[in-house]
């Protein structure tokens, strides 16, 4: 549709009035054609909602016959259809809580396992939980469980359960581990007071293991199968060996039994609760059997050992000290160190062997003694120690009083006849006088003199210098004397002392 509006040069208003006239007709035209459109659309809407409610109720009464259901199977084995696969699994469950009410000391295992479901989803699927339930109640089978403990690959026993094995395996542990300590918790296991030594100790337990290999399993079992605790723990701590006895016998002791048996000492210390101040009687029982724990308990200790150092002492010759006499110029002091190691225990028993130094810390160093070592030989001058001026003398007579005087020396024999300088010195008397017979007087030139009395004969001269131990003469019997002996006499700074005091 065209519509010419523009104005034309040529017409008048005639031609005006005629084309508004045409201009309504083509607007009534195009009204009508508007309002079919609005038709159509309505019917188009209408029978789309029409077709969609249609749908629906379809689907709707599909999915209202739609249902899901469970087929149950025992292996391979269908055995029924359920609705709800839970009825089956809580008659299961309720089965098994009536086992284990009816069966206190025992762990009872169902075959459920052996029980699957599989789901569908259908038109009017049809299922029974009635006849289902009576399957797979029929089906059911119930054994006894136990736990196996294998011990390096040796079965051991079998246990209740898992909780009761693992208890049996705590005990044994437990005994090596002082209470309230557990594994891999830093403690002081002890603290030693102050020794006389000053050496004090710590030790923390790094580690608690079984020095064999140990297996848990569960097994099928019968109730007669199933071993007590308690017996299980003896076994594994004993090994089950048979009780040895010993009789002591005439001249026995704990060392020489444990040698005659060929086992160590200290199964029968521990055995028998002995110390190592018991005395045994001929006739007592002892018990002496090696036990052979199946489970032995290794512990890991860190030692922490604080203690001291002993100093070393420097000697520093000096030739303008007397030999034989010291001075100290620095007095010595201890040091102190911490040590630390790692100490494996079997079954509480420490192994030397596997000790093994960590660490070792000094704290304090220990000062060296200083002592300045006098080298310088005077001739004639004694060293200040007396020997016995006999080889191997017996003594006759002490020093002290004798019939109301004082017998200022000591009197000896020996076998042998030799008479010996007592110390070094200078002879500044050798010769007979009045009841001394023969004898010698030695100058020690330290403010002591010896003398020697009733010798048989004299082996040295005024003026000698002697050596300590050198022979100057023979024992006999001149002078005051009933029989050959040594008269023998100390003398400091002119008094007569006691020999034995100076003699050891
Ligand atoms: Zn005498």
Redesign the pocket.
């Known amino acids: 549709m065209k519509l010419k509006l523009g104005r034309n040069k040529e017409s008048g208003p005639e031609l005006d009035r005629k084309s508004n006239h045409r201009i309504q007709d083509v607007v009534s035209i195009a009204k009508n054609e508007v309002n079919n459109l609005h038709f159509w659309l309505i019917a188009i809407v209408v029978a789309a909602l029409l077709i969609s409610i249609s749908i629906a109720s379809i689907y709707f009464y599909i999915h209202k016959n739609t249902n899901q259901i469970y087929h149950v199977y025992f292996g391979e084995e269908k055995v029924g259809t359920v609705v709800d696969q839970q009825k089956i699994k809580d008659l299961i469950a309720d089965t098994q809580d009536k086992l284990n009410q009816q069966n206190p000391d025992f762990e009872v295992k169902l075959n459920d396992e052996q029980f699957s479901f599989k789901r569908e989803s259908g038109y009017k699927l049809e299922s029974n939980d009635e006849e289902a339930l009576a399957q797979v109640s029929r089906r059911l089978e119930s054994h006894i469980v136990g736990i196996e403990l294998v011990v390096n690959g040796e079965i051991i026993a079998i246990v209740k359960d898992e909780e009761t094995a693992q208890q049996i395996l705590d005990k044994i542990k437990n005994k090596y581990v002082p209470e309230e300590r557990v594994e891999g918790e830093a403690a002081i296991l002890s603290d030693d007071a102050k020794s006389a030594d000053e050496t004090k100790q710590e030790s923390t337990l790094k580690e608690v293991n079984f020095n064999e290999e140990v297996e848990l399993k569960q097994v099928e079992t019968q109730p007669e199968e199933i071993a007590k605790p308690e017996s299980v723990v003896t076994s594994l701590e004993t090994g089950d060996v048979v009780l040895d006895k010993y009789i002591v016998e005439e001249g026995d002791c704990i060392t020489c039994i444990a040698q005659k048996l060929d086992i160590p000492s200290y199964v029968i210390y521990e055995n028998n609760q002995l110390s190592e101040d018991s005395i045994l009687n001929i006739g007592d029982e002892l018990n002496v059997t090696v036990l052979k724990p199946t489970l032995s308990v290794e512990t890991i200790e860190e030692v922490v050992e604080e203690r001291d150092i002993h100093f070393d002492t420097e000697y520093i010759v000096d030739d303008t000290l007397k030999l034989g006499k010291n001075e100290v110029i620095t007095p010595g002091k201890p040091g102190r160190i911490e040590v630390v190691y790692e100490v494996v225990k079997l079954d509480g028993r420490v192994q030397e062997e596997r000790k093994k130094v960590i660490s070792e810390t000094i704290l304090l160093e220990p000062v060296t003694k200083v002592v300045k070592k006098g080298s310088k030989v005077v001739p004639g001058e004694g060293t200040g120690n007396f020997r016995w001026p006999l080889v191997s003398p017996s003594i006759t007579?002490y020093y002290g009083y004798r019939w109301g005087s004082l017998?200022a020396?000591?009197?000896m024999v020996s076998g042998n006849r030799k008479i010996l300088a007592s110390d070094t010195g200078k002879v500044i008397y050798a010769g007979y006088s009045g009841s001394y017979g023969n004898n010698i007087i030695i100058d020690h030139q330290n403010g002591y003199k010896t003398l020697y009395?009733?010798l048989q004969s004299i082996h040295v001269s005024v003026g000698m210098n002697v050596e300590r131990g050198e022979q100057i003469g023979v024992m006999g019997s001149t002078g005051n004397?009933t029989g050959p002996?040594l008269?023998?006499e100390i003398i400091k700074n002119g008094v007569q002392q006691n020999p034995l005091v100076y003699l050891n």
């Open positions: 007579s017998h020396a000591l009197d009395a009733h004397s002996h008269h023998f």
